[in-house]
């Protein structure tokens, strides 16, 4: 593998504090919390070519041109299975259009911490991330189309918090804490134990969105970006937790969506160019929006 180059900068945590509860909280059908994914665990399958190609998107933040252009380009590539890792909305101007794609092309959608936010409650949300959260909800609420509305809730509250696909563990977060546990690249040098116990609870392969950073973790422990890997990760034995990145809002200094296509036997980490200057002038158009939410996509931070 090529020689690593591994950022310091974090992404943005939401955290400052917990929150008081928020009126119209909706209650799910069915969501399941586990805390111990051992109890869920699978076996590795051998793969096969029989496996068809499985494009895997994360973090879209209701950022539609992103979602648009990612979605093309799977079309493009003649790619029929697709699967969500959370946070389809918060942040961004278009949360319906984006949860009505996912609802309409998704096989399974993972809960990510802002899904649960608007589902429940935001807790432990910055000012920005908050606001935008209320904002968020509003535009469910407010649509009159009862069916159309309580279609919406209902997936979100039937959103899964992993998922044991026949391949691989998918969560949101880790393995540990599926919702909201982050694992950054600096977490093989600085968290090493943390990095371990996440490993623990793996038999083979699991991806995760969340950081916004794509690159894959070995147990050794390491972390490599796609372009340490040439943008494509061999599968073997080894235990893997790929991190796909964002769709919608990119922390890794590259504005382009991101997202995988995991074939039967590699991981392919694709970039695709969208119309971001359209994302960020709908987010200064709607003042319970921070302008900041706009103006980091110009620059993938």
Excluded at 72 to 101: F, K, M, Q
């Amino acid at each position: 593998m090529a020689e690593k180059q591994i950022s310091n900068q974090q992404p943005e945590n939401d955290s400052v504090g917990p929150l008081s509860s928020v009126k119209n909280a909706h209650q799910p059908e069915k969501v399941e919390q586990v805390t111990d994914p051992l109890e869920q665990s699978i076996q590795p399958l051998e793969p096969g070519p029989q496996d068809p190609p499985l494009a895997i998107i994360s973090d879209i933040h209701a950022n539609y041109e992103a979602l648009q252009a990612v979605m093309a380009e799977i079309r493009s590539r003649n790619i029929e299975h697709i699967c969500c890792l959370g946070d389809v909305i918060g942040y961004g101007p278009n949360p319906l259009e984006c949860l009505d794609t996912v609802i309409d092309n998704c096989e399974f959608t993972i809960m990510g911490n802002h899904d649960f936010a608007i589902f429940y409650e935001p807790f432990n949300f910055n000012t920005a991330a908050e606001n935008a959260a209320y904002w968020t909800r509003g535009q469910f609420e407010a649509d009159s189309d009862r069916v159309r509305r309580n279609r919406r809730w209902r997936y979100l509250g039937n959103m899964q918090t992993r998922m044991n696909h026949k391949r691989f563990l998918a969560v949101h977060g880790s393995p540990r804490r599926p919702i909201n546990e982050y694992i950054f690249p600096d977490d093989i040098y600085s968290a090493t134990i943390k990095i371990q116990s996440i490993f623990d609870r793996i038999t083979h392969l699991c991806f995760v969105g969340h950081t916004h950073v794509p690159g894959v973790f070995v147990p050794q422990p390491d972390f490599y970006s796609p372009e340490d890997l040439n943008n494509e990760y061999r599968i073997s034995d080894e235990k893997a937790i790929i991190n796909v990145g964002s769709v919608g809002q990119p922390r890794d200094h590259d504005p382009r969506a991101s997202f995988v296509i995991l074939h039967h036997d590699r991981v392919e980490f694709l970039r695709v160019a969208y119309d971001v200057n359209a994302t960020v002038d709908k987010v200064r158009s709607i003042d319970a929006l921070d302008n900041f939410l706009g103006q980091r996509l110009l620059e993938g931070t």
